[in-house]
Structures are given as structure tokens and as C-alpha cells.
């Protein structure tokens, strides 16, 4: 007869023994409050580019009477930014390669501070512009190393959480600037303006200084052999001391450091400053590689291609053509888009890694389809009606606030989330400076042609062919992009070279693929084939 020290001593308690903690799941980490203000600083960074666009919507107003510019030369000041901020995303990531992650944050808003102070101060279009050159600059840097920064001190159970943090804060400058439209709307044209633009020098100076007090990305640190400092650094941003070893032995595997190697500083012969980087992503991609660009590429591309930067920068000139005459109302009720825009992130940032980027993005992008198809309508009923039509003026400024909501709950925050995680280590910050540059040519494209396409095909005419672009970015999404929630940076390779993603099937087959080859992935060989 067995009794219960028998039992104990053979390691199996009796039924009736066990308490109820036994039986309950375990528990989810607490979130690390070091990463979490590490994320808020470094994604402060991003209210550069919303207050921006937020405060240029009403300043291009005042701008175009006090200055007597034509419509197209309002195009090309609002579009311009996009444009040149494609020489700082371009410089970012071998910036960042060379200086940090850290100083590289504290190099965007020097820069913007300086155009923010030309903007203010510009006495005519051409200074005006030379303003606005600087300030895009500055603008790129911020948009390519926010989400970069975030990802690398992200724990993997609360990264989607952290690194949608840089699209809160787009959206939350924003929100400033449509405010900062409004209070300065009330000075005289010629002061007002300027006002509106050179106070966004402010919190440029302050988010640099603020960014000082920030470690440096513990991935940066291995990438240049500084193992004491980068074990430092993740044992404050991890959830675990585990998880930490884990991450450290990931990450020198990946940085070409043999694990053995745990002196504090070590000689890292492997490139670590982006050389070569640019071959591996175009010429001679593997085929993991090559469907992390084309994932990167397209998420970015058809972030702005759906229309969401007219709407912000344009959307006084919307409620206009939607019957609303007041410059005061037009001005308060792109309050009302800003206030919008906000809180929906605020409710994505807690959805991405409960619900998952995938079936998000999905659902949000299936909202725009509807709210800038009906916004269409609306407009096309009111462009073609003899009488003001109450009804059609609610529903456009109701289908407006609908299109920003579904952005912001799923397209604006995935796309840096997605973009900045899925990158090798070896690639990730060229490979995110190559996809801010094409969100940000897109972007210039949209916004320095909106006036023209609204007039060419009336104003209806273009958010019915924004929809379209939109229908056809949820086939791509769905047939491209895999999910990676819960995925640490070093796994993100794995779900990539193949498209058998969907279901369970799906995720046993990169679970095994990721077993292979003594842990390692192996998804393509010398011919590029798949591996067995």
C-alpha cells in the first residue's frame, strides 16, 4: 500500500494533494515600466511629423492669403515635407548604425527645432520652403528611429503594445496642431501663421534632452561588441533574467559573436556598421528576405496610397466642400478628427497583442473601404445638389471621423509595428529607413496632388478611388503578411519564404521549420529552393 510520503518521494502528489494553483494557467509577466518609459521617450520623437501635419492643415489657410500663393504652390508647401524627409530616412539607418540608436534620436530633433525656427520666422515662400526642407529632414530621422529604437527594448510579450507607441504620439501631435490652429486662428493673418509653426521648435528641444536619459539599444550595443553594457541594458528592459540570457544569446548568434564570448567588451569582426547591407537586401536577397521587403514595402506603400494624409491635411477643405462655411467650425471639427484619431490608437495599442496584427489590420482596413466609399457618395450627393442637404453633411462628417477611427485602430499603428519587427538584426535599420522612404514618397504624392485629383475627378471621385486603392491593399495584407505576434525579433525570419501561414497547419509548419538545423532556420538553400 502506498502512502502519501511514498507518494511524494516519487514526485507524484495524490489527487486530493494538489491545490488550486496547480490547475491555473500561468501567469502573464508584469509589464516592465523601464521599457515602457524608454518606448514613451523615444516614440515622443514622432510628434514632430503630427504636429506637423495636424498644424499645416490650418496654416496653409492663412499662409495662402498672407503670402497670395496659388492653389499648386499650397500642394507642393504641404507635399514638399514628405518629400525631404526622405534624405533623413534615407541617412537614418546608417546614421544609427554609426552613432546609436540613442544619439540618432537626439539628431532629429535638433534638426526639426531649426526648421521649426526658419518656418516661424520665414518672410516669403522661398524662406518659407527652405523651413520646410530642414524641418523634413529632421522629420524622416524621427520616423525611422522611433519605431526602430522601440522594437529593440521591446520584451516580445508587449512589443506590438510598445512600438505602436510612435503613431500615438503622430497622432497626438496632430491633435496639438489642429489646437494650435484654432488658438492662433484668432491673430492677425500675417502673425498667425507663423505662430502655428514656430512653436513646434519647443518640444524638439525638450524630447532631445529627454532622450539622454535613455539607454542604448542593447542589440546596437552587441552589433559593437559592448556585451556588459547591452546584458545591462536587457536585464532593465526584459521580463526575466531568462529571458534576458535568451535575447543576449539570440542576438550575438545573429550580431556573429560566438556564444562562449562574455567578456564585457568584445572584438566583433562581422560588419556592424550597414556594409554590404544594401546587396543583401536587393541583389542577392534569400527568399525570407525578399518577402520581409515586399511585406515592408507594401504595408508602408498602401498606408498612405489609401488617402489618410488628404484627409489630415486637407480636411478644412473637406468640411467645405461638405457645406460647412465657417472657417471657426472647419477648424473645430478637424479638432474633432485629431480627438478621434487619438483615442482610437490609444484602443489599438491594447488590441495588438491580445487580438494580433494580422486579423487587426484586416478588420481596420475592411472599415476604410466602407467609411471612404459612403464618404464619396456623400460628397457626389452634395457636389450635385441645389440645396444644402443636412443629412449628406452629417453623414460626410460622420464618414470622415469613421475612416480616421478604422485607421487608427489597425492600419497607422501596424504598419511601424510590422515594418520595425520583422527585419533581421543584420537589416533592420536599413531595411526600416527603406520603408519610411516609401511611405514618405507616397505621402508626397497624395498630399501634393489632392487639390488637383478633387478638381480633375471631382472630390467624390477621389475618395471613391482611394477605396479602391484600400481593396486592394486588404488582398495584399491577407495574402502577404504573416502573423507575428508574440515572435521574438530573432524568430521573425521563420514566418517568412513561404505563404502557408493561414491556420493552425500553418504555424506547426513554422514551428518545425524553426526546429531545424540545431535550432536555426533554414528556409532556402544555394539554388533557393525550399529546405526539406
Known amino acids: 500500500m502506498t502512502g502519501p510520503h511514498e507518494d511524494a518521494v516519487s514526485g507524484h502528489l495524490p489527487a486530493s494533494d494538489k491545490v488550486l494553483a496547480d490547475f491555473e494557467p500561468a501567469k502573464k509577466p508584469k509589464r516592465n515600466k523601464f521599457a515602457f518609459a524608454c518606448a514613451i521617450l523615444a516614440s515622443m520623437t514622432s510628434t514632430l511629423l503630427g504636429y506637423d501635419i495636424g498644424v499645416m492643415s490650418g496654416a496653409a489657410i492663412y499662409i495662402q492669403k498672407d503670402l497670395k500663393i496659388s ?29 546609436g540608436r540613442r544619439y540618432t534620436i537626439v539628431l532629429a530633433g535638433s534638426i526639426f527645432f531649426v526648421g521649426a525656427l526658419l518656418m516661424g520666422f520665414a518672410t516669403n515662400y522661398a524662406f518659407l520652403m527652405v523651413g520646410r526642407f530642414v524641418a523634413g529632414i529632421g522629420v524622416g530621422y524621427a520616423l525611422m528611429i522611433a519605431p526602430v529604437y522601440t522594437a529593440e527594448v521591446s520584451p516580445a510579450s508587449t512589443r506590438g503594445f510598445l512600438t505602436s507607441f510612435p503613431e500615438v504620439f503622430i497622432n497626438a501631435g496632430g491633435l496639438v496642431g489642429y489646437i494650435s490652429n484654432y488658438a492662433f486662428s484668432k491673430l492677425p493673418t500675417h502673425l498667425g501663421w507663423r505662430m ?71 572584438q566583433v569582426t562581422k560588419r556592424c556598421h550597414g556594409e554590404g547591407v544594401w546587396k543583401e537586401l536587393f541583389i542577392y536577397p534569400t527568399p525570407p528576405v525578399r518577402h520581409v521587403l515586399v511585406a515592408a514595402v507594401g504595408i508602408h506603400f498602401f498606408q498612405q496610397a489609401s488617402g489618410i494624409e488628404s ?39 491594447f488590441l495588438l497583442d491580445r487580438v494580433g496584427r494580422r486579423p487587426l489590420l484586416l478588420s481596420s482596413v ?27 453633411v452629417v453623414l460626410c462628417i460622420l464618414m470622415v471621423l469613421s475612416n480616421v477611427a478604422m485607421f487608427s485602430i489597425g492600419m497607422g499603428p501596424i504598419t511601424w509595428v510590422y515594418s520595425s519587427e520583422i527585419f533581421p538584426l543584420r537589416l533592420r535599420a536599413q531595411g526600416a529607413s527603406m520603408g519610411v522612404a516609401v511611405n514618405r514618397v507616397t505621402s508626397g504624392v497624395i498630399s501634393m496632388t489632392f487639390i488637383s485629383l478633387y478638381k480633375s475627378i471631382t472630390i467624390g471621385g477621389a475618395f471613391f478611388l ?17 502573423e507575428t505576434q508574440g515572435k521574438t525579433l530573432e524568430e521573425m525570419e521563420g514566418l517568412f519564404g513561404k505563404f502557408n501561414w493561414k491556420g493552425s497547419k500553418g504555424k506547426k509548419e513554422n514551428e518545425e521549420v524553426e526546429g531545424n538545423v540545431d535550432g536555426q532556420v533554414q528556409l532556402g538553400n544555394a539554388n533557393g529552393q525550399s529546405s526539406a
Not at 530616412?89 to 554609426?98: E, I, L
Not at 475592411?366 to 449628406?392: C, D, F, P, Q, R
Open 466 to 482: 482611394y477605396a479602391g486603392i484600400a481593396t486592394v491593399s486588404w488582398i495584399f495584407f491577407y495574402k502577404f503578411l504573416p
Open 366 to 392: 475592411a472599415g476604410m473601404i466602407i467609411s471612404l466609399g459612403t464618404l464619396g457618395v456623400g460628397l457626389t450627393v452634395i457636389e450635385h445638389s441645389e440645396k444644402k442637404l443636412t443629412w449628406a
Open 71 to 99: 492653389d499648386v504652390q499650397v500642394e507642393i508647401l504641404i507635399g514638399t515635407l514628405s518629400l525631404y524627409s526622405l534624405i533623413g530616412s534615407a541617412a537614418a539607418g546608417r546614421t544609427s548604425d554609426w552613432l
Open 196 to 266: 502655428m509653426l514656430g512653436v513646434g521648435a519647443i518640444p524638439s528641444v525638450a524630447l532631445a534632452i529627454g532622450v539622454l536619459a535613455m539607454p542604448e539599444s542593447p542589440r546596437w550595443l552587441v552589433m559593437q561588441g559592448r556585451l556588459g553594457e547591452a546584458k545591462r541594458v536587457l536585464n532593465q528592459t526584459s521580463d526575466s533574467k531568462e529571458e534576458a540570457q535568451i535575447k543576449l544569446s539570440d542576438i550575438k548568434e545573429a550580431a556573429g559573436i560566438p556564444l562562449d564570448y562574455d567578456d564585457d567588451v568584445v
Open 311 to 349: 484627409v489630415g491635411l486637407y480636411s478644412p477643405r473637406i468640411f467645405e466642400k461638405a457645406g460647412i462655411t465657417s472657417r471657426g467650425h472647419q477648424l473645430l471639427a478637424t479638432i474633432a478628427v485629431g480627438f478621434v484619431k487619438t483615442t482610437f490608437i490609444l484602443v489599438a495599442t
